[in-house]
């Protein structure tokens, strides 16, 4: 008997299904019948937490790039499984917000156990952040799972604030992603603060004999160098973004281009031609009247960094709780 192709289409599907294997992507929408009020209980949860942490939109952003970045976004950075979990790298040295995933996951859990992944909770929990610091709302694709592998020597790649413009754009490009998303995603940097720790190269080592960085604007300098003083506390924080920190906007952009990039690598973006470009692009006379529109393109970029090495069907799990493996 003649097999045509749409019986072996049949075939092959029932066949995958058979091995509990799931080739459907992420989609809008995931839990709408499993558990349709999975996205207001996580919203509910940031927003309260929000109250009284007015920078936790910016460490849940922070949040769902770093889990994004190892392994994919599949929760890993969440695991607590001892010394060697991944969260104890030094690349996500400062990363925090766990406790708020784990509150919205013990709701949920409740509600419908078994249902909602860890990692879909982070995805859900930063776009609710972005929303909170008047940025873009947005829909999450969700229907992650879970990984089951959580070692901090996974993270030995991630982009680092001393890393060079090449470095950045090679790091991102093996995740999938172009310059132009770079440049979006750094821009997230828009909330948030960073600490001295990260400041003392590039004011006080950066050229031979203890010269900083010469793209930081003169007039910025005596500021930044008064909030981090040379052999100062280490651990003071400063805006990440001058004049709006709070505010999920495109300022910093402009402090890019003008010299008021508080990180190094945000300073490399314009010291790149295709970046610079970039970064032009959205901050010219004409945008946004003819130019492309930031928060709708930064919404693409985060979108699509959610999809990094995501786990779908029997490749992942759904965990019990966040910070511990089934």
């Known amino acids: ?82 010394p060697i979990s991944e969260k104890n790298a030094f690349g996500h040295e400062g990363v925090r917000g ?43 694709p969700t229907g992650r799972r879970d990984g089951r592998v959580s070692n901090m020597s996974l993270a030995k790649e991630m982009p680092d604030v001393s890393d060079s413009i090449e470095i950045l754009k090679a790091k991102f490009m093996q995740k999938g992603l172009d310059a132009k998303e770079l440049v979006l995603l750094s821009a997230a940097h828009t909330i948030g603060t960073t600490a001295c720790f ?44 001058r004049l709006s920190e709070r505010l999920f906007d495109k300022q910093i952009l402009r402090n890019i281009k003008d010299g008021f990039a508080v990180l190094q690598t945000d300073a490399g973006l314009y010291e790149d031609v295709t970046t610079r470009r970039v970064v032009d692009s959205y901050i010219g006379l004409l945008n946004p009247i003819f130019g492309p529109t930031f928060e709708t393109d930064f919404v693409k970029a985060i979108v699509k960094m959610g999809k990094i090495g995501v786990k779908t069907g029997s490749k992942g799990d759904i965990r019990r709780v966040c910070s511990a493996f089934n």
Not at 22 to 29: C, E, H, K
Not at 104 to 133: M, N, Q, W
Request: aromatic letters at 8%; proline letters at 7%.
């Open 1 to 82: 008997m003649e097999w045509t192709k749409a019986k072996v289409s049949l075939a092959l599907s029932l066949f995958l299904v058979s091995l509990g294997i799931s080739l459907a992507d992420l989609r809008v929408g995931f839990y709408s019948n499993t558990c349709p009020q999975a996205e207001s209980i996580i919203s509910r949860v940031v927003s309260g937490a929000a109250l009284s942490d007015p920078n936790l939109p910016a460490v849940l952003l922070r949040l769902h790039f770093h889990d994004c970045f190892v392994e994919g976004c599949d929760g890993s950075i969440l695991v607590d499984n001892g």
């Open 198 to 241: 990260f400041m003392s190269k590039r004011l006080y080592d950066f050229l031979p004999g203890g010269q900083p960085d010469p793209t930081i604007n003169p007039a910025f300098l005596p500021e930044l160098t008064t909030q981090c003083p040379q052999n100062g506390d280490i651990n003071v924080r400063l805006p990440m973004d």
């Open 98 to 140: 766990f406790e708020i995933v784990e509150a919205a996951k013990a709701e949920l859990e409740t509600a419908c156990p078994g249902v909602v992944s860890c990692s879909d909770i982070v995805a859900l929990a930063a776009r609710d952040a972005i929303f909170l610091a008047n940025g873009p709302e947005y829909e999450v």
